[in-house]
């Protein structure tokens, strides 16, 4: 019963960790990184967060593409170009960023603590 016991914890802790760590090739950028990144107009910038969110407070150039609606919007977006994803606190940008990857696009990056970290 004990090892049954261990196992159902590791499982648990392993799901955790996976849920909360940038997926492979996913770079996570402070929102200074993201500024100097803004220059470039090759980016793309995507915010994440709902509507009401993004009227309240948001930043050329990121356009707003809830991560709701995400999955079906990508095909808009250039899979060749990086794209750089916000949200408020990260979260919500740490699953599109995965999202993104495994959609195949070539360079992500999240911006850690999303809008609440900008500087």
Excluded: H, Y
């Amino acid at each position: 019963m004990e090892i049954v016991q261990w196992i159902v914890i590791l499982l648990a802790i392993a799901f955790i960790f996976s849920r909360f760590m940038p997926a492979k090739g996913v770079e996570n950028i402070t929102s200074s990184d993201a500024k100097q990144k803004m220059k470039d107009r090759n980016i793309q910038f995507i915010d994440v967060r709902t509507p009401g969110e993004f009227k309240a407070k948001n930043r050329k150039p990121f356009k707003n593409i809830p991560l709701s609606n995400l999955a079906g919007q990508t095909k808009q977006l250039d899979k060749s170009k990086e794209v750089v994803v916000i949200c408020q606190s990260g979260m919500r940008s740490t699953k599109a960023a995965k999202m993104f990857k495994k959609q195949g696009f070539e360079k992500v990056s999240n911006v850690k603590g999303g809008m609440s970290a900008w500087v």
